[in-house]
Structures are given as structure tokens and as C-alpha cells.
């Protein structure tokens, strides 16, 4: 048996939601690149690869593991790209997208080899956090205006729109499209291309992919574009659980189970967006607190219905553990990193990683 | 000159610190163990190992860390310990602390060679923040009960006491610590030794050094225990900074600077408590917000102010950047992990590690 803890990856799920990308695809005329900042995990490319069109990036190592480790098309965005970095990372894009005019300008004449976008801010959102949502007051995350696109359009060949965040209504994306095509259209019309980027949560169970397809696919015969999608969550939601082993059963005035594993250096956002983990199916007579083992006095992965009265040793799955997670976990109080293991199609388990104490030392020295 | 980003860390500003620790140590009778989970830059260790005697963990990483990297006496504690890891901690540790009379009971046979301890919840806590707060309700850090802690000490020689955090009010401290005589006195009169864990700020500037010590020499005369002091933002604070440089400038309704860092993966407390980074003078005519180069919309060191406008290329130092910072650092986005660098006493830079693409893919498989 695996050591715990490790994340566990399934490769069917997978392609369960690759199916979904394939239709998508195929309905809409769209490509989907993986967004690697939510999931970057390469040995499971090779059930995704022949279902998304590339990558996109959100740095230059981003970038290059897109590259060298997924291959096909290959989109570098970054908010903000050194000058030491531009010639190697135009040596892997075959798109490079600049947050701001200022940036476009800057390295305009060293990356004429290739594809240029930008990125635009359209000022909306479908984030319920702050933190996340790109059209917060003073957003840093692309150009507002109009008019200072218009005035580089003859230096871009597309636009990178990301706006949506864990989207699951298409209403609501149909409508802000909509408003989208109303005040940025006579842009949209002389460009080539236009990604939607991610946050469309259209592999979620009963999501219309084929309406999401039909309005695409409009969008791109209105304006003569190729739309290109940047899923994250959607492309491996549900696909991971994170495997632990109780390790301690204390009464502290509720029933308290303390795992293997913790919140801030392996889920690090169920602490920052302050969210329970989800533990299935939840039911039963026997409830327990769920807690991790470092320091941290809030290390808490929530609270959970079991079936039968938990013990020392027993296995828990955190589930949907695929989406930033591996690609933040830390060091954090030396907890053992999880490794990484992948089910593979024909139920065998291949351990990808496994971190040890030479790895903990090695992050600091 | 060094690429940023990097966390420099200044050896003199260390050993002032650890001037503060030795007059403290000297004066109370106490020991100081160096708190891991919040600093273990080992390549700096160098200049602390004369001033401290020893380090405390959270896991067995840290523990033999402590044991390989800082030597001296080494404490282990850890939330819960996972039976195949017991053994080797024992190994390295000189004192073991059980965080639980369940883990006690477990462990007790395999632990004889060596002190054990457990750790005692007294109720109480300086911290504002829920999240570091173990005084918390249904706190999994500790036993709270006299009773049951009672029944337990014949198989220990002492106890860990961990309930301060950035606590700069000796007044406070002072209190606290009779409370916690006046309800668990019978216990200590009957132990070897009491750790009263880290939190305590007595390396802040104007904190009564003198008056800690004497009341630590005092609590331990009127108990007949040698007591342990844990620091950990204490030894190494202000010691370091995080170098930036500045890669774009943008006018979104407020002057932004985007530099070649990232809160979330280079100063992650920030985010996760929500507070601003510091600059230093922070003054002048000039204010911008200093903001990361991640994806994310709330990645945001703060607003500060400069003596001249910013143009791309400059570079920043943010403040205060030794504790709870390296120790968590993390790939998100693919943002370049910072070098760690010492300025020797010399003023001679030393790059201990710089991280690359590699450390970043094999991070991920």
C-alpha cells in the first residue's frame, strides 16, 4: 500500500472531462489550452494531450513545462515579463500576450517571430472573492480602455479576455459576452483571434455545453476569430483526491481527527478563500472535525459525517484535489509533501513523485 | 549584481538579535531552541548556532534538520506522529513531545530512551488572529485538562506551553504566565523542565528584556524546572529582506508597480492574514501600489511611499521578509522561487541557493 499522504489522480475521470472538452471543442470550432497556474502536473499529460489544442502560461518555467512537457500550441501570458527572460520565452510561445500596452511596447520589437495579444480587462467578473476577481478596483490585470487597444492593434494579432471564475451559469455568460461584443465589438472585429480564457465551468454535471458551443461559435463567425478557452479547473475538476491516514482521535468538545496531511501546505486555498475541503459521501451517525497536522491552529480541513466511528490508521480521500493544490503545495512545518500518483486506466497505480527529507532541505539551502 | 528575486538575509542584523538572545539566556537561566516551523534557512545557521541551544520542530523533516543542520539539543514535536515515522525521530531527538495523552500511550514504549513531554493547552492566547490562535475553541493543540495530564506524569519529565504570539506586552506575559500557575501549579512542581514555547517578542525594540528574564528565572526557582524559550520570529526578526525589481509601471485610478515577486508564493502570510508588506522609508512624494506578477487579482504587497517616481528596472527591498516566508515559499504560477542569499559580516554577498526551471518541474512529477 502507497504511503500517505499522496494525491491521487484518476486517470478516468480525466477523461471523463476530456470528453467534455472534445465536444466543446468540436461544437464551438474553439481550442482549449490547459491553464497550467491551476494544474501543471505533468506525468498526466499523456491523458489530456490529445484532447486540449496546448497550453497557456502565466510565466516563463510555465511556459517552458508547457512546452517541452505537453507540446502543440503554446500561449505565454505573464503579467509582467522581465527583460531577461523575453528572447527565451519567445524561443517557446507561439503566442506571447502582454498585460498592458506599456509591455507590448517595451519588447514589441523582440518578439516580432511570433503572435502578439493582450490582454484586456473588460471590468467584469464572475469572482465572488475579492482576492481573485480581476476587475477589482485598480486591477494590475490588463488594459481597461478602449482606446489605448485600439491604438496597438496594429501590433497584436488577438486578445486575452479572463474574466470568468468557477462560471457554472451560462446565462450569465451569455450576457456578458453580450455586453463584452457591445463595448469592445469594433475591436473584436479586427483581430484574429480572442481567448475567453478559463473560469467556464462547463464540464460541471448538467452544464449546456452544447448552448456554450452555440454561442461561440456565433461569437467567432460575428467577428472573424478564432476563440481559444483556457480551462483550468474545468479540464481536471474532480479528477484528484488527496489521500491521508488518521493519525490521532482527540474529544476537545467535538471529535477531532487529525490527518496526515494540512490544509495551508497541500489545499493552501481552502485556508485563503477560507473553505471546507469535501469529504464523500459525508453521511452517516459519526461526525469529526478533520484537521491537519501542522502548527497552525486553523489547520482545519472541515467537518465531516462518517458511517462508522473513525480510528487510528483508517484512510480518508479529500476529494477534488486536483486544481491549485500541487501547483502551491509547500514545506510549510516540514509536513511530508505528498507524492503524486496517477490510477491509470487499467486501475494500476503509478507513483509519479515522491518527495523526501532531501527535497525539505534542499528548499532552503 | 545578484538576479532578483532573492531573500537577503543580513548576518549582522541576525547577531543582533542574537545578542538580545544571549542576554536574555544568561540572565533567566533559560534555554532557546530555535522555532523551525518559522525559520529554517540552515546556510544562516552559522551565525545563530552560538546564541541559541538548539532548535524545536513540528515534524520529522524539521527534526532532522535541526539534528543535522544546527546540532546542539534538538526537541521533537509534532502534532501526531505516524507510527513508521517514530523510531527514526527518536533517533535524532533529544526530548519528544507528544501533543496528545493519545499519541503518549501509543508512542510510550518506543520513546523510553529519551525525555518525553507533552504539550499543555492552558485556555489562554495573545493572538488576534482565529487562524494562529490555540487558545481557539475545540483546539487540537494540547491537553487541556489537569486531570488528565495528571494521570500521565509519571511518564513525563516536562511540558510544552505554546500560547503567545508576537506578544510584545511583558505586562501581559507576566499575567498570563501566573494564570497559568495558579491552575496547573501541581503539575510543574513536579517536572524537570517547561518549555513556554516561542510568541514572546523580547527582541522588539524597548521590550524589557531584563524584567522577562526575571520573571522566567523566578517561575523557574518556584518550580525546580528548567525552562525552554522557543523563538521564532523573535530571533530573526528584521534580519531579512525580499529583493524585487520592478517590471512594469501602470495608472489604473492608482500608480501600480509590478515587480518580479509574488505575495502568495513569496510572502504567503500576507495573504493569508491579510496584512501589508512593509517598505522601508516609506516616504516621500511618491505612492504606488506594489503588486505581484501572479495571476492573482489580490496579489498586492501594498501601498507605499518613495522619495522619487519608480521606472521600470528599479529595485525594491520588502521589509521583514526572515519569518514564515521561506518556509512556505511555493511554484504558483511558475514565479521564480527567490534565491536565498547571506550578507556576511564582511558585507560580502554569498548566493547559498538559487532555484531553476528544474526545481520547478520536479516539483510537479
Avoid at 505533468?42 to 510565466?59: C, K, L, N, Q
Avoid at 461526525?287 to 501542522?294: H, L
Wanted: proline share 4%; glycine share 10%; net charge negative.
Amino acid at each position: 500500500m502507497i504511503q500517505t499522504p499522496y494525491y491521487l489522480i484518476d486517470a478516468d475521470r480525466l477523461r471523463q472531462n476530456m470528453a467534455v472538452v472534445d465536444r466543446l471543442r468540436q461544437a464551438s470550432g474553439a481550442k482549449a489550452l490547459l491553464a497550467l497556474k491551476c494544474f501543471a502536473t505533468w506525468p498526466a499529460f499523456e491523458h489530456m494531450r490529445d484532447h486540449m489544442d496546448g497550453t497557456t502560461s502565466s510565466s516563463l518555467y510555465e511556459l517552458r513545462l508547457g512546452r517541452e512537457k505537453f507540446g502543440k500550441e503554446t500561449h505565454a501570458y505573464s503579467v509582467a515579463w522581465p527583460d531577461h527572460e523575453i528572447d527565451e520565452a519567445v524561443g517557446y510561445a507561439d503566442k506571447i500576450i502582454f498585460n498592458s500596452t506599456g509591455q507590448l511596447a517595451r519588447f514589441r520589437d523582440r518578439t516580432g517571430g511570433i503572435a502578439r495579444g493582450l490582454r484586456l480587462n473588460p471590468g467584469l467578473s464572475t469572482s465572488g472573492f475579492d482576492l481573485a476577481d480581476p476587475a477589482r478596483p485598480f486591477s494590475r490585470l490588463g488594459e481597461w480602455s478602449a482606446e489605448k487597444i485600439e491604438a496597438v492593434l496594429p501590433d497584436i494579432s488577438g486578445v486575452m479576455i479572463h474574466y470568468n471564475c468557477e462560471n457554472a451559469d451560462v446565462d450569465l455568460f451569455e450576457r456578458q459576452l453580450s455586453e463584452i461584443e457591445g463595448r469592445f465589438g469594433a475591436i473584436l472585429d479586427r483581430l484574429d483571434w480572442v481567448s475567453l480564457g478559463g473560469g467556464i465551468h462547463f464540464t460541471g454535471e448538467g452544464y449546456p455545453v452544447d448552448r456554450l458551443a452555440a454561442r461561440l461559435k456565433a461569437f467567432a463567425a460575428a467577428h472573424g476569430v478564432q476563440v481559444y478557452l483556457e480551462p483550468g479547473e474545468a479540464a481536471i475538476t474532480r479528477s484528484a483526491t488527496l489521500e491521508v491516514t488518521v493519525l490521532d482521535l482527540l474529544d476537545n468538545g467535538k471529535q477531532l481527527a487529525i490527518v496526515d496531511s494540512s490544509v495551508e501546505a497541500h489545499m493552501l486555498d481552502l485556508l485563503i478563500y477560507r473553505q471546507s475541503a469535501k469529504v464523500e459521501p459525508d453521511a452517516g451517525d459519526h461526525s469529526y472535525m478533520v484537521c491537519g497536522k501542522s502548527c497552525l491552529a486553523g489547520d482545519i480541513f472541515g467537518e465531516f459525517r462518517f458511517a462508522e466511528p473513525l480510528k487510528v490508521g483508517d484512510r480518508l480521500s479529500i476529494a477534488d484535489a486536483a486544481g491549485y493544490t500541487m501547483v502551491k503545495k509547500n514545506w510549510f512545518n516540514g509536513v511530508k509533501m505528498p507524492s503524486i500518483v496517477i490510477r491509470e486506466p487499467d486501475g494500476s497505480l503509478r507513483v509519479a513523485r515522491e518527495f523526501g527529507y532531501g527535497d525539505y532541505a534542499s528548499s532552503l539551502g
